[in-house]
């Protein structure tokens, strides 16, 4: 069974930065066979696509890009992704979920993720 716990999340002012981390908390995760996908959910509204990683270390943002700002990584030593989180604004307020899954596909859809985290809530003020 994957479990997938995230942490780093918190409260930051506008313009600071946070990282946040997702392990792969059973032994014997296969975490290196996984493409790795953050996302996130702002209250009332839809959870949205963040960024991926592939197990090669291929990286997905969003068309709209926050890839200027957010950056994904992994570590497969470790069974942890990381997203570093800059110039933060109150509108990157939201619930960050990590997930995990066996796709390299389509890796911007939530439907292609087996296992997800509880969340970590990232609370950005003005």
């Known amino acids: 069974q994957v479990q997938l716990v995230e942490s780093g999340g918190g409260l930051v002012q506008a313009g600071g930065s946070l990282r946040l981390s997702c392990a792969c908390a059973r032994a014997g995760c296969s975490f290196s066979t996984f493409t790795m996908g953050w996302f996130r959910q702002a209250p009332g509204k839809e959870r949205e696509f963040v960024a991926a990683i592939k197990w090669s270390g291929s990286t997905v943002y969003p068309t709209n890009s926050e890839k200027g700002r957010f950056t994904i990584s992994r570590d497969n030593a470790k069974n942890t992704v990381y997203l570093q989180m800059n110039s933060l604004k109150p509108e990157d307020t939201a619930v960050y979920y990590c997930?995990?899954?066996?796709?390299?596909?389509?890796?911007?859809?939530?439907?292609?993720?087996?296992?997800w985290g509880q969340g970590t809530q990232v609370t950005v003020s003005s």
């Open positions: 997930a995990a899954g066996t796709s390299f596909f389509s890796v911007s859809s939530e439907r292609q993720y087996e296992h």
